[in-house]
């Protein structure tokens, strides 16, 4: 339960840091191109925006920032891998050695599959320009290197506190 807890935290802090990023830059989603994507995707010509063809596409057009950097999805993406990496043990024996270190293949496969992948999709998508994606996966470095050990912290001591540890 404190693993849930925890990913849940970095969930919040990410999102807030995101979400005062995008309020900070105000940098513009890309538009979309006149032809090319008809297949894919409509454009509405009024906002010269995305519609989203989902059955809860108003709720999501609603609660989704108008602003593009960094992207929020790619923060959470990187968020993911590194809450996996450095917080949740594997039983696997599968692992990678580089020098001294034993890597297990499932947390490579989330950095050398998944994160590409989200990247890809919001760029594919025409959500996000790439420095969006490498500026929400650098962003997420820096939580993971800066405030969450910080957050991990008064995390587990508010656990000890109400002996849920």
């Not at 995707?41 to 108008?66: C, E, H, Q």
């Not at 594997?90 to 989200?118: C, E």
Request: one cysteine or more; charged letters at 15%.
């Amino acid at each position: 339960h404190m693993n849930m807890a925890f990913y849940l935290a970095t969930v919040l802090v990410t999102l807030l840091f995101t979400e005062l990023g995008k309020a900070s830059f105000a940098t513009t989603r890309p538009k979309i191109p006149t032809s090319g994507y008809a297949t894919i995707m409509s454009a509405d010509d009024k906002n010269n925006s995305i519609k989203w063809k989902r059955r809860f596409g108003s709720l999501v057009a609603s609660l989704k920032s108008k602003h593009s950097f960094p992207s929020g999805d790619s923060s959470q993406a990187m968020n993911l891998c590194l809450f996996f990496f450095r917080y949740v043990p594997t039983t696997s024996s599968k692992v990678i050695t580089l020098g001294s270190h034993a890597i297990p293949v499932r947390d490579i496969a989330l950095f050398l599959m998944f994160l590409p992948g989200v990247v890809f999709a919001r760029v594919f998508y025409l959500c996000h320009w790439i420095e969006d994606c490498i500026g929400g996966v650098s962003l997420s470095l820096l939580i993971h290197w800066l405030v969450i050990p910080i957050v991990r912290e008064n995390l587990v001591d508010l656990a000890r506190r109400f002996g849920l540890i």
